[in-house]
C-alpha cells in the first residue's frame, strides 16, 4: 500500500507536466495491492477470491492508466476495452487518480467535473464513489469539497471513503469501529454503506463470516452495512443462488436495506450500459425482481425529491427505496 506521506509530500507543480516515470513512482499502486493475501482477507472459495480480486485490479488499471498519461486523453479507449461486467471498476479507480490530481492541484481543479460532464457520466455512480478513494487516501474531508457535485449523487464520495477505509484499513474500521471525526448524521449512513461494501472483500463474500462482523458493530449502523452487502453482491458479484439465498436469510430484518443496495447497483450498472448476469440474479433473489425493475424503483424515488429539506435528499432516497421494495416485492 501508498503511505500517505507519499502523496502528500508531492511538489505542487503541473502534475501533468511531471514524467511518467515520476508520476508512476510518486502515485502509483502496484496491482499486488488487490491480493487477498496481500490485504489479509478471508476467502474460502477460489473462485470468488479469483473474481473479487480481478475487480480490484481492474479498479487499479484504471487508476494507473490516469497516473501515467496525466490526464484524461486516450484514457476512454482504455476504460472502454476493458470487459463490460468489469468496465465500472476501471472507471472507479480512473476517478480516484483524477480526483487525486484536483486535490493537489488546487489551481486546478476540474478534472473530475470534466470528465462527469462528457463520457464519463453513464458511469457518474462509480465516479462518484472513486472520488472517495481520493479523499480517503488524502485523509481530507469531503466537506465543503462535494458540494460542487450533484446534490444526490455526490453523497456516493462518502460511500467511497467507507469502501476504502474498510478495504485498505479493516482493523481500524471494522475490528476497531473507528469513524473519522466528520462523518456525522447522513454522513455517517453513507460512511458505513461503504464499508459494509467493503465486507464483501474483506470476508469473501462467506455469509456467515459477514453475517457475525454487521452483527458485532452497533444497532444503529448495522443497516446501512447491510445495504453494503447488498450492493457489494450484486455489482461485484461473485457467488452463486445459494449464496445468495443464504445471504438473503442472514440479512434478517435488515433485508430491505440489502434490497435497496442491489437496487442501487441495478442502477449503477444500467446506466452505464454495463448488465451483468450476476447483478440479475442478485435482484430477483435479494429483490425479488429482475435487475430492470429494481433499476426502475431508483428512478421512480428521485421524482420530486426534496433538495433542501432538513433531512438530506439521498437518505430520502434511499428509504423510498427501501420503502418500495417492501411493498413491490413483499420483503419483510
Request: a positive charge; one cysteine or more; aromatic letters at 10%.
Amino acid at each position: 500500500m501508498v503511505a500517505k506521506s507519499e502523496f502528500t509530500s508531492i511538489p505542487r507543480v503541473t502534475l501533468n507536466r511531471v514524467p511518467s516515470t515520476a508520476r508512476r513512482l510518486l502515485l502509483g499502486i502496484p496491482a499486488r495491492e488487490a491480493e487477498f493475501a496481500r490485504r489479509g482477507f478471508h476467502c474460502a472459495t477460489s473462485h470468488t477470491r479469483c473474481h473479487l480480486e480481478e475487480s480490484g485490479r481492474v479498479f487499479l488499471h484504471g487508476y494507473n492508466s490516469v497516473v501515467a498519461a496525466g490526464s484524461t486523453t486516450r484514457l476512454l479507449d482504455d476504460l472502454q476495452n476493458v470487459s463490460s461486467e468489469m468496465r465500472g471498476f476501471a472507471f472507479e479507480g480512473a476517478a480516484m487518480a483524477l480526483a487525486l490530481f484536483d486535490l493537489l492541484t488546487p489551481w486546478s481543479r476540474d478534472r473530475v467535473a470534466n470528465f462527469l460532464s462528457g463520457e464519463g457520466a453513464r458511469h457518474s455512480y462509480m465516479i462518484h464513489v472513486g472520488m472517495g478513494w481520493a479523499f480517503a487516501r488524502l485523509r481530507r474531508s469531503v466537506f465543503p469539497r462535494i458540494q460542487r457535485y450533484d446534490p444526490v449523487l455526490r453523497w456516493l464520495v462518502i460511500d467511497g471513503f467507507g469502501f476504502h477505509d474498510g478495504y485498505f484499513h479493516w482493523p481500524k474500521s471494522v475490528e476497531r469501529k473507528r469513524v473519522p471525526r466528520w462523518c456525522k448524521g447522513t454522513a455517517r449512513k453513507v460512511y458505513d454503506q461503504g464499508l459494509g461494501r467493503s465486507l464483501w472483500f474483506i470476508y469473501g463474500a462467506e455469509v456467515e463470516h459477514i453475517r457475525a462482523a454487521i452483527a458485532g458493530f452497533p444497532q444503529p449502523r448495522r443497516g446501512d452495512l447491510w445495504s453494503g452487502i447488498g450492493l457489494a453482491a450484486c455489482y461485484a458479484g461473485g457467488v452463486d443462488a445459494a449464496s445468495l439465498t443464504s445471504l438473503r436469510a442472514a440479512a434478517g430484518h435488515c433485508l430491505p436495506h440489502v434490497a435497496q443496495g442491489a437496487a442501487f447497483a441495478a442502477k449503477a450498472r444500467e446506466r452505464a450500459g454495463t448488465p451483468a448476469r450476476h447483478s440479475d440474479l442478485a435482484c430477483r433473489i435479494l429483490c425479488g425482481l429482475p435487475a430492470s425493475e429494481a433499476a426502475a424503483i431508483t428512478d421512480d424515488a428521485l421524482v420530486d425529491l426534496p433538495l433542501n429539506g432538513e433531512e438530506e435528499a439521498f437518505e430520502i432516497w434511499r428509504r423510498r427505496i427501501r420503502d418500495t421494495l417492501v411493498q413491490s416485492a413483499a420483503l419483510p
